[in-house]
T-cell receptor, first 114, second 113 residues
Framework: AQSVAQPEDQVNVAEGNPLTVKCTYS??????LFWYVQYPNRGLQFLLK??????LVKGSYGFEAEFNKSQTSFHLKKPSALVSDSALYFC????????????FGAGTRLFVKA | AAGVIQSPRHLIKEKRETATLKCYPI?????VYWYQQGPGQDPQFLIS???????DKGSIPDRFSAQQFSDYHSELNMSSLELGDSALYFC????????????FGEGSWLTVV
């Protein structure tokens, strides 16, 4: 069965500094990995995904993520954080052989301080 | 671009009542998913449909049922509502294929009192 872990409940970073939101996964086969962002009382917005190919994936709003197969990680990064990046971030995984189910991590709340 | 449309956006029901949530996927998307997100929780997968057939099932209570209709819209029916059913219910859609992105609606807030 697939699973996702986001080890940090909250990440605090100063505006202009780089940010990292961590994600590790477990699947029986090859993974499809996704990052979503959720603003208060809103739906989840897609940021980026890893399917295959280049381990560094670039997405919306300047975010990127690096797939590391040996460490089973897919950390979300941004070189320079903005106050408007403050939100709840979810990592999600789908097993290539696991059907239609996408499993979400517990979420990490990002606070960017001005 | 058209997004996933959910209705109603807010719903208040009493215990033991029934509620129905509707979802209209992005045009040409053939797969619909339902998720439940409790306060401060991550989205929990309930059920999915591909081409009007149930394709996968998660932690959906027996009191809940769902279906996808010929026009690809989907409905989630919840009966004998309990206080613990109060949550944000998301519908999402995608094209079939495990690598395809799932796009979420804004959610339907269900409050059971």
């Amino acid at each position: 069965a697939q699973s996702v872990a986001q080890p940090e409940d909250q990440v605090n970073v100063a505006e202009g500094n780089p940010l990292t939101v961590k994600c590790t996964y477990s699947v029986s086969g090859n993974p499809y990995l996704f990052w979503y962002v959720q603003y208060p009382n809103r739906g989840l917005q897609f940021l980026l995904k890893y399917i295959t190919g280049d381990n560094l994936v670039k997405g919306s709003y300047g975010f990127e993520a690096e797939f590391n197969k040996s460490q089973t990680s897919f950390h979300l990064k941004k070189p320079s954080a903005l106050v408007s990046d403050s939100a709840l971030y979810f990592c999600a995984v789908r097993d290539q052989g696991g059907g239609f189910k996408t499993i979400f991590g517990a979420g990490t709340r990002l606070f960017v301080k001005a | 671009a058209a997004g996933v449309i959910q209705s109603p956006r807010h719903l208040i029901k009493e215990k033991r009542e029934t509620a129905t949530l509707k979802c209209y996927p992005i045009p040409r998307h053939d797969t619909v998913y339902w998720y439940q997100q409790g306060p401060g929780q991550d989205p929990q997968f309930l059920i999915s449909f591909y081409e009007k057939m149930q394709s996968d099932k998660g932690s959906i209570p027996d009191r809940f049922s769902a279906q996808q209709f010929s026009d690809y819209h989907s409905e989630l029916n919840m009966s004998s509502l309990e206080l613990g059913d109060s949550a944000l219910y998301f519908c999402a859609s995608s094209l079939q294929g495990p690598g395809n992105t799932i796009y979420f609606g804004e959610g339907s807030w269900l409050t059971v009192v």
